[in-house]
């Protein structure tokens, strides 16, 4: 599966964003998937994850409660708003699939597929 993100960009603390991970080859019901992120000198960390069925997700505590992922089907794209966003929220944003949740909330050293990033800042 190949994924494109896009969707990231300048905003201010406490505004919005929506990225999107449109997946490409493989449909995207076959693979858990999920976001990561990565701040400059950081190691990548695990944002939110989702299941192929979309019945369940999974959030890291730092954006539990502001960040919501969800996935279409019809569109082979998952998606991830983002509300109230803080200055520690910026960084590379990835997509990542896996064969499920377990592989994406594992960290980063297991998923099988990534994106290649789109960056999200936020100024205070």
């Known amino acids: 599966v190949q994924l494109v993100e896009s969707g990231g960009g300048l905003v201010q603390a406490g505004g919005s964003l929506r990225l999107s991970c449109a997946a490409s080859?493989?449909?995207?019901?076959?693979?858990?998937m999920g976001w990561f992120r990565q701040a400059p000198e950081k190691e990548r960390e695990f944002v939110a994850a989702i299941s192929k069925t979309g019945g369940s997700a999974y959030y890291a505590d730092s954006v539990k409660g502001r960040f919501t992922i969800s996935r279409d089907s019809a569109k082979n794209t998952v998606y991830l708003q983002m509300n109230s966003l803080k200055d520690e929220d910026t960084a590379v944003y990835y997509c990542?699939?896996?064969?499920?949740?377990?592989?994406?909330?594992?960290?980063?050293?297991?998923?099988?597929?990534w994106g290649q990033g789109t960056l999200v800042t936020v100024s205070s």
């Open positions: 080859r493989r449909s995207i019901s076959s693979y858990g």
């Open positions: 990542a699939a896996d064969y499920d949740t377990r592989g994406l909330r594992a960290g980063a050293t297991n998923v099988h597929y």
